[in-house]
């Protein structure tokens, strides 16, 4: 969390009081997530935030999350992430290992590459590149980027104007491929009946995976302390972890509001200078992506939409959501291509975006 004092920089809220700093930021969170909500647009509760944040950044206000705060942000995304990970899915990773390590392996090669050219051609730098361009979830590897040297911020910038690309991208695929017109997306429960006694387990248990990602000097502790203590309760306890929709929409708003107020204008400028070969290098890991689709249909007989979704790169609880409303395609085995993807890059993603940023001399 960065606790530095603000910057020298001066704009039109830097003289407010900040009661009203954090007034201007709330209100313009609501606009901008209230828009992306109206539109079914991407990651609306974290991404609405954080460019309401970087506003309010570039327009000089000083207001920070606080760092216990935004570690509990952080905790209950691990949380979320953990208690995700299904038996199910995991144990099909046996049946189908030839495709998933082809999947795997060849995306995360060549969004490697695609992060070693944007750091060895100096468009952002080092680890920088490597982590904003890793085909995982995108909140999570932001919050891991953070913790092994890059910027957050700059990492930020590229997963999540990539999960744009790509939701979008899939969804119209999807429409295109099949007829999607009868088939209605339920509307969003924000406040679910709530089981208060599992309410009450899983926060214990996110405070004491974070204590113990701390004590354990864990990267990214409260992050990874969380994803352990909800994998271990959900795989190993057969435990249901309670986290509504409220909640975590909550802790996305806190996570987009950390990073965006590290905003200013100078880094601003260089997010701006790179957005070309930025789009670019995005566009290029999308069509290669499309290609080992098209491989694995033609190799396996996988249908195109199925092998599509399946190694699209990112935004894997946007590309379920696709999955889930179109028919006829394999929403386990797309599901469990993502999930092998998303859990080798959370293993590997450090010694390779190291081994890359060292190649490219960042």
């Known amino acids: 969390m960065d606790t530095t004092p603000q910057a020298s920089f001066h704009g039109p809220l830097t003289r407010l009081p900040r009661s009203f700093q954090w007034l ?47 570690a509990g942000a952080q905790t209950l995304v691990g949380l979320l992430i953990g208690g995700s990970l299904e038996p199910a899915i995991l144990a099909s990773f046996t049946d189908i290992w030839p495709i998933l390590l082809l999947a795997v392996l060849a995306t995360v090669a060549a969004s490697s590459f695609l992060g070693f050219l944007v750091s060895r051609w100096k468009i952002l730098p080092g680890t920088t590149a490597v982590w904003g361009s890793a085909p995982g979830a995108a909140t999570a590897m932001v919050l891991m980027a953070g913790a092994f ?23 119209l695929i999807a429409r295109l491929w099949v007829d999607t017109s009868g088939v209605e997306m339920p509307a969003p429960d924000w406040f679910p009946a709530l089981r208060l006694d599992a309410l009450a387990l899983t926060l214990v248990l996110g405070v004491a995976g974070g204590v113990a990602g701390k004590f354990s000097r864990l ?10 203590a909800g994998a271990l309760a959900h795989l190993g306890g057969g435990l249901s972890l309670e986290l509504p929709p409220w909640l975590m929409g909550a802790a996305y708003m806190l996570v987009g509001w950390s990073i965006g107020l590290k905003f200013d204008r100078a880094l601003l400028a260089t ?4 957005l070309p070969q930025v789009v670019l290098s995005i566009l290029a890991l999308m069509a290669f992506c499309g290609g080992l689709a098209w491989f694995l249909h033609v190799e ?63």
């Open 24 to 70: 201007f930021l709330v209100v313009l969170t609501a606009v901008l997530a209230g828009l992306m909500l109206h539109f079914t647009l991407p990651a609306a509760l974290l991404i609405g935030p954080m460019l309401a944040a970087v506003t309010a950044g570039a327009l000089g206000a000083g207001v920070r999350v606080p760092a216990l705060v935004f």
């Open 149 to 171: 040297g890059a910027d957050q911020r700059l990492v930020a910038f590229m997963q999540y104007l990539r999960v744009i690309f790509v939701t979008i991208a899939a969804a």
């Open 219 to 228: 990267p990214a502790p409260f992050f990874f302390g969380g994803l352990i």
């Open 271 to 274: 997010a701006f200078k790179a």
């Open 300 to 362: 396996w007989g996988i249908d195109p939409l199925t092998a599509y979704l399946a190694t699209s790169p990112g935004g894997m609880d946007s590309i379920a959501i696709i999955a889930a409303a179109s028919q006829n395609v394999n929403l386990s085995f797309i599901m469990a291509v993502q999930m092998a993807r998303f859990l080798f890059v959370l293993l590997a993603g450090p010694p390779i975006s190291r081994l890359v940023a060292r190649w490219a001399g960042g």
